[in-house]
């Protein structure tokens, strides 16, 4: 097998790197899934990020001669995705959501909900045209949620709740970079054990909803994520259970709760066949995502129970 240091002689310029990576990656077989869905553009945004060249000027740049130390760099950087399999987000430290960049690394999921796409419409339709004064992102990891929220809703209070210390860490580090101290807090709280008496307008989350099986059968680049923030027991719904039967007391009279539970939604469906769970479409692809209110939350109480 080539060492580093061989396999850096022989390629020169970007282009070489953007070739051989992608080789490598097909050749290993890895899981796409954490911002792109195949070679090039993962090995593109791997070398962008590396070598800091600027995204809409790449083309000029693929015949660009790197240096010794930046080859070596790459090659690491590349290695780290093809063998260790680690996801390009928590190589490259950062990653996009809803339109905006995000810090994250292996404390906090990496953020992919179709949940962006109701965020950059400020969730009309299904709002009503109400604008929400206080929004909770309930289980909110790196806090790419209720950020996202704050920044669409200019006049909205957020605040992000997760139950892990290290992920709201990474939360209040995103908080900063997009200067939203005065209008978004992180509170540390196992669902709404730690959120008594508050009440919010609109409740989103994305919560932990692999089932079992699922767990077992994960790529190798999803078990660098937080097991805390993907395993929800056998049918995926330990967490969604909670959920719906405590967050009525946690909304307003016309407030809104929306959940993603992805695969788990035949699961749900079957647990509570009576609920009208109203499942949200996405143009850009995306399911297992439902909206109920809070007199539907109420009307169901005894079912949640």
Known sequence: METREQIAAQLQTVRDYLRWGMSQLQRAGVC?????????????????HQLQLPHEQWRELLDARLTTAERLGV???????????VPLPY????TWFAGLPFQVDERVLIPRSPIAELIEACFEPWLGGRYPQRVLDLCTGGGCIGIAC????????????DISADAL????DN?????????????????????AGETFDLIVSNPP?????????LPAEYRHEPELALAAGADGLDIARRILREAAAHLSDDGVLIVEVGNSWVALEEAYPSVPFLWLEFERGGHGVFLLTRKQLQDHAAAFA
Do not use: K, P
Request: hydrophobic share 50%; proline share 0%; aromatic share 8%.
């Open 75 to 85: 090659l690491q950087a590349l290695e780290a995705r093809y063998r260790s399999r």
């Open 32 to 48: 796409f899934g954490h911002g792109t869905d195949n070679a090039f553009d993962e090995v593109l945004a791997l070398l962008l």
């Open 209 to 217: 909803y692999v089932d079992a099986r699922d767990m077992a059968e």
């Open 169 to 172: 860490a990474v939360a209040q």
């Open 150 to 161: 704050a920044v669409y809703l200019e006049e909205a209070e957020v605040v992000l709740s």
């Open 175 to 195: 908080i900063r970079r997009h200067a939203l101290e005065e209008r978004v807090r992180a509170v540390r709280s196992d669902l709404f054990a730690g959120l």
């Open 91 to 94: 190589i490259t430290g950062e």
